[in-house]
């Protein structure tokens, strides 16, 4: 499914990056919302939430729906799973497929946000995790089905981070929703985050420093190899192993001098994360949960289903730059949030021209047109 978690550098500065996994490649567009960009949100039966961007954004967007000739995809069809503000704000949208049930009642004739819209409300409107939080407070939301995912109510749970390190989980269980304040800097997927904070108290004995000796008896035993000291960390795929070892290499790994190697250390880390096709395998007769997209099947003929990162993304939250790394690619290619402030119209760049594209595609997307 997905890990997202926060680095900092020696100076405290934030940077973060999360992975993708699904069973099959999406048609992911790399979009830049400028400011003043208007958005309507819309939950049946109650009023319309129209909001213009206050703030312009750089995200990783996917159509609601499945296109077709005579109904073409339009602006308001894309919505954001991973995005960049700038004000160096952060959203992050990770399967959670026990989001959906029984919603709190809203009044008819209150305006209700739709949980879809989360991402560019989020990025569009505020600058900190704070004013996020606030807002919430004053702001219905609710979970809507998905035509794209056949009708599924959105299985999803989201992230927040600012610029200053302070970090939200926006999660929905069992249809009601619940703001938490994210210590730790990290998220992956079910269960219930906070249920992930309790399960690392069985990891109080971690710690990066090898044990390279012990003594048993008149044994003396000796690790012939570096690295012992990570023997404790759980080794699946899993959600609850990937977010115990978020958490580890987070708050372990070598804080960085520089904002340059900052990126390249991130980078590394969530190279522990990348999964190939094939590493972990579903038959459909074992009953294993992928998402699945309308229109979108794994691949003709396949007989199981394979989870693998589809794409991965670093974001320097203070130089306001996006990095993305696809399947299909062996290096990052970076996008420069303040240059493309020089565009009043929205851009967007499918992510099939990123597989081999220059270093930087900031001048690529600028070059783009919108739907």
Aim: glycine share 8%; proline share 6%.
């Amino acid at each position: 499914m997905c890990t997202s978690l926060v680095y900092k550098d020696a100076a405290g500065k934030v940077y973060f990056g999360r992975t993708l996994e699904l069973t099959t490649d999406l048609p992911y567009q790399m979009v830049y919302f400028p400011v003043g960009f208007s958005t309507v949100s819309e939950v049946e039966g109650h009023p319309t939430v129209t909001y213009a961007a206050r703030n312009a954004v750089l995200a990783v967007t996917m159509p609601a729906r499945i296109p077709s000739a005579q109904a073409p995809v339009q602006m308001s069809d894309l919505k954001v799973l991973e995005g960049l503000n700038d004000k160096g704000l952060t959203f992050s949208l990770l399967s959670y497929p026990t989001a959906a049930g029984k919603q709190q009642a809203v009044e008819m004739t209150r305006a209700v946000l739709s949980a879809s819209d989360l991402g560019t409300w989020v990025l569009g409107q505020f600058a900190t995790v704070e004013e996020v939080r606030a807002a919430l407070d004053q702001m219905p939301v609710m979970l809507v089905p998905l035509a794209i995912l056949g009708g599924v109510v959105s299985p999803f749970h989201y992230v927040v981070h600012d610029a200053a390190g302070d970090a939200l989980v926006i999660e929905f269980d069992q249809g009601e929703m619940h703001v938490y304040d994210n210590p730790v800097g990290v998220m992956t997927n079910g269960p219930q985050f906070g249920w992930h904070l309790t399960n690392l108290n069985n990891y109080t004995h971690l710690s990066n420093v090898d044990q390279p000796s012990a003594t048993f008896g008149a044994f003396k035993a000796m690790q012939p190899d570096s690295g012992i000291a990570t023997a404790g960390l759980p080794g699946s795929n899993t959600s609850v192993g990937r977010f115990v070892r978020a958490a580890f290499y987070a708050h372990f790994t070598e804080k960085a001098a520089t904002p340059d190697m900052a990126v390249v250390t991130l980078g590394h880390v969530m190279n522990l994360f990348d999964r190939p096709r094939g590493a972990t395998i579903d038959y459909p007769s074992a009953g294993g949960g992928h998402l699945e997209v309308e229109g979108l099947k794994e691949e003709q003929g396949a007989p199981y289903a394979t989870e693998f990162t589809t794409w991965t993304s670093l974001a320097d939250l203070e130089r306001r730059l996006f990095f993305v790394r696809t399947y299909g690619a062996l290096n990052y290619t970076r996008f420069d949030l303040g240059a493309l402030s020089a565009a009043s119209a929205p851009k967007v760049l499918p992510f099939q021209a990123l597989d081999g594209a220059a270093p930087d595609a900031t001048a690529a997307l600028l070059a783009a047109k919108a739907p």
